[in-house]
């Protein structure tokens, strides 16, 4: 079946420095794939998604690019900073099945 | 109040017990969620409504019982539950009920323990 697999944690990063969260997908279909930023104490948010391959999906400084052929949507940001630690989630949803999450990767940035 | 609320935001109950998990979004939304977040498993979709209707239950065991009075307020109503459904259970709202186009605004959780 479809499934998402995130680097392990935790990632720790001083500020400024550059990040890469990898992920990797298995899937039959075209999914869509998206990242999921969870905040100490708080619910999920969507971060940024891509629809069909070659899609890069940015927010905040954030991007990722649907890459099909490596089946990847690997997340990266140029400088994080404190306010970047939180728990990061990939997932991938396609029709005629559920949202599917990885396991999530802390990050947590030190200043 | 805006967004997403959930109540209560902690609860602890033994096995025995009954209880109802609330969730209410305040964004006009029409279809709602319910997710198990698991401390050493991914993140999982319960139950997906859309206008009141429920459209997809992903094998979810018989003791979880949702409820979409309205639009604006989803019920996980909870019985004979066992220790390893402690989790967070998160409520989330998004306009439709297409994950790949719509954002889903999550509520901030309730926390789950039982005894």
């Known amino acids: 079946g479809d499934s998402v697999t995130q680097m392990e944690g935790p990632v720790t990063l001083s500020e400024e420095a550059f990040l890469t969260i990898n992920c990797t997908y298995t899937?039959?279909?075209?999914?869509?794939l998206f990242w999921y930023v969870q905040y100490p104490g708080e619910g999920l948010q969507l971060l940024l998604k891509?629809?069909?391959?070659?899609d890069k999906g940015s927010n905040k400084g954030f991007e990722a690019t649907y890459r099909k052929e490596t089946t990847s949507f690997h997340l990266e940001k140029g400088s994080v900073q404190v306010s970047d630690s939180a728990v990061y989630f990939c997932?991938?949803?396609?029709?005629?099945?559920?949202?599917?999450f990885g396991k999530g990767t802390t990050l947590s940035v030190s200043s | 109040e805006t967004g997403v609320t959930q109540t209560p935001r902690h609860l602890v109950m033994g096995m025995t017990n009954k209880k109802s998990l609330k969730c209410e979004q305040h964004?006009?939304?029409?279809?709602m969620y319910w997710y198990k977040q698991s401390a050493k498993k991914p993140l999982e979709l319960m139950f997906v409504?859309?206008?009141?209707?429920?459209?997809e239950n992903n094998s979810v065991p018989s003791r979880f019982s949702p409820e979409c009075p309205n639009s604006s307020h989803l019920f996980l109503h909870l019985h004979t539950l066992q220790p390893e459904d402690s989790a967070l259970y998160l409520c989330?709202?998004?306009?439709?009920?297409?994950?790949?186009?719509?954002?889903?605004?999550f509520g901030p959780g309730t926390r789950l323990t039982v005894l």
């Open positions: 964004l006009g939304h029409n279809a």
């Open positions: 997932a991938l949803w396609q029709a005629g099945t559920a949202l599917i």
């Open positions: 899937a039959t279909g075209y999914p869509s």
């Open positions: 891509a629809t069909k391959a070659d």
């Open positions: 409504y859309s206008l009141e209707e429920r459209v």
């Open positions: 989330a709202s998004s306009q439709l009920a297409d994950i790949s186009t719509d954002t889903q605004y």
